[in-house]
């Protein structure tokens, strides 16, 4: 059988091309694993950390890396405290 030879470059390519594919699948772990949490904690952030076993202010960091944002459940009829 022949053997394949691969210049250096073409190495280095395979391998970044590899480590970007390792860190895209992070992220979106990471981005499932937020939403899943404060999708359980109704939206409270300290609920969510304690799920995650995180910060809060790593939290924060998160929603801003991943462009996220925090939906808050609409409640229906609940009349306000007067």
């Not at 904690?41 to 944002?69: A, H, P």
């Amino acid at each position: 059988m022949g053997r394949t030879s691969l210049t250096k470059s073409a190495v280095i390519r395979l391998a970044d091309n590899a480590a970007t594919s390792q860190a895209a699948i992070v992220e979106e772990v990471e981005r499932r694993m937020i939403r899943e949490a404060l999708a359980r904690s109704g939206g409270i952030q300290t609920r969510g950390v304690e799920l995650l076993g995180i910060s809060e202010r790593g939290l924060r960091y998160k929603l801003n890396k991943y462009g996220l944002c925090i939906r808050i459940p609409i409640l229906d009829n609940v009349a306000p405290d007067l």
